[in-house]
T-cell receptor, first 113, second 114 residues
């Protein structure tokens, strides 16, 4: 009964380094999302995907890239990390965009120093 | 564009008292509205949603929310608060076309005192 699984849970990066946050879901959901959560700011949508091979930008895509080669996986790539990318990142999925309940992973806390 | 406002950063209530967490929204069309709860160091969990129909929606853990179209509000309520209800609550909205991802509010921290 895994649901949405994110790795790693914690990571510290130096400015300019790159990394990939992994996300996988076992519910056969077509729709997947990456959000970032900053204190007092709620969740901001970074990227989303409506199915394998299809991705689109959200509100705050700059500095990030995504790919969706399979239904299960939706990794988020940070290139040239900056302190402004210090945040908690959540991956989520659902059956139908906009109307269906979102299932969230437990989050990945990233600190860029 | 779609947006959500949660005007209170924090709500304090005594255990056993009723609670209300406020949410107002703005969309160009008919809204789909959601409430999620986040416990410390966890992802968000779905509580309830309004898609269409009855304005009073019942959800998990005894929570309910009332959709008010004229006031563009979707306040979360519970008749009797529990200490275990203490958490961060998020309101979210999308358009009834179903083609937009959810937009979340900034969150309201609920503290229930014993």
């Amino acid at each position: 009964n895994a649901g949405v699984t994110q790795t790693p849970k914690f990571r510290i990066l130096k400015i300019g380094q790159s990394m990939t946050l992994q996300c996988t879901q076992d519910m056969n959901h077509n729709y997947m999302y990456w959000y970032r959560q900053d204190p007092g700011m709620g969740l901001k949508l970074i990227y989303y995907s409506v199915g394998a091979g299809i991705t689109d930008k959200g509100e705050v895509p700059n500095g990030y890239n995504v790919s969706r080669s399979t239904t299960e996986d939706f990794p988020l790539r940070l290139e040239l990390a900056a302190p402004s990318q210090t945040s908690v990142y959540f991956c989520a999925s659902n059956e139908r965009v906009g109307t269906g309940e979102l299932f969230f992973g437990e989050g990945s806390r990233l600190t860029v120093l | 564009a779609q947006s959500v406002a949660q005007p209170e950063d924090q709500v304090n209530v005594a255990e056993g008292n009723p609670l209300t967490v406020k949410c107002t929204y703005s969309v160009s069309g008919n809204p789909y509205l959601f409430w999620y709860v986040q416990y410390p160091n966890r992802g968000l969990q779905f509580l309830l949603k309004y898609i269409t129909g009855d304005n009073l929606v019942k959800g998990s853990y005894g929570f309910e929310a009332e959709f008010n179209k004229s006031q563009t509000s979707f306040h979360l309520k519970k008749p009797s608060a529990l200490v275990s209800d203490s958490a961060l609550y998020f309101c979210a909205v999308s358009l009834d076309t179903g083609r937009r991802a959810l937009t979340f509010g900034s969150g309201t921290r609920l503290q229930v005192q014993p």
